[in-house]
T-cell receptor, first 112, second 114 residues
Framework: RKEVEQDPGPFNVPEGATVAFNCTYS??????FFWYRQDCRKEPKLLMS???SGNEDGRFTAQLNRASQYISLLIRDSKLSDSATYLC?????????????FGAGTRLAVHP | NAGVTQTPKFQVLKTGQSMTLQCAQD?????MYWYRQDPGMGLRLIYY???????DKGEVPNGYNVSRLNKREFSLRLESAAPSQTSVYFC?????????????FGSGTRLTVV
């Protein structure tokens, strides 16, 4: 079982839809949590950090549930430009360094 | 504002050949990393350098070596390429090897070993 699990998708949604991605992590020692966005054949880029209190940035809302070891990303009013792969990332200290553990990503395709 | 620059962008090697992937950052970051990304696997850490003068192994270091040439530059070397090393390689940097700073990635090197 992977340490960070994501539904690979793809999620195919029309413009204007609300879409939610889920991510679970298996190691309770995980300390920090992020969502990254990766466009096709491009590098990952930090989208937002994730906190237990929730974190909102425009149309994007991220939430962390430490008890359930569950992270979510909600995108409201989807745009064509939101089409990308969304990577769930957790950080925990292991082997002498702060280790970033990436999920394999959830692909989103927004269509007109 | 270049950020993290990787070269080359594409490379085809024959099994057994060697090559060095170059990475440079201009953000005065202390920590630098090399990742590989394979389909369905997520990014996996090959080597990292927490600060200038130090390098350490990540999850998948076998078959690779690294050099932190100075604060800006961190290179990855494949001494004898194998088909299993066909992948997309990303260099990244962060202000510190800490938990709350996002990582900035280079645009990647697509390597095929035949």
């Amino acid at each position: 079982r992977k340490e960070v699990e994501q539904d690979p998708g793809p999620f195919n949604v029309p413009e204007g839809a609300t879409v939610a991605f889920n991510c679970t992590y298996s190691n309770s020692a995980s300390q920090s949590f992020f969502w990254y966005r990766q466009d096709c054949r491009k590098e990952p880029k930090l989208l937002m950090s994730v906190y237990s209190s929730g974190n909102e940035d425009g149309r994007f809302t991220a939430q962390l549930n430490r008890a359930s070891q569950y992270i979510s990303l909600l995108i409201r009013d989807s745009k064509l430009s939101d089409s990308a792969t969304y990577l769930c990332v957790v950080i925990r200290f292991s082997g002498g360094y702060n280790k970033l553990i990436f999920g394999a990503g959830t692909r989103l395709a927004v269509h007109p | 504002n270049a950020g993290v620059t990787q070269t080359p962008k594409f490379q085809v090697l024959k099994t057994g050949q060697s090559m060095t992937l170059q990475c440079a950052q201009d953000m005065n970051h202390n920590s630098m990393y090399w990742y590989r990304q394979d389909p369905g696997m997520g990014l996996r850490l090959i080597y990292y350098s927490a600060s200038e003068g130090t390098t350490d192994k990540g999850e998948v270091p076998n078959g690779y070596n690294v050099s932190r040439l100075n604060k800006r530059e961190f290179s990855l070397r494949l001494e004898s390429a194998a088909p299993s090393q066909t992948s997309v390689y990303f260099c990244a940097s962060s202000l510190t090897q800490g938990t709350n700073y996002g990582y900035t990635f280079g645009s990647g090197t697509r390597l095929t070993v035949v």
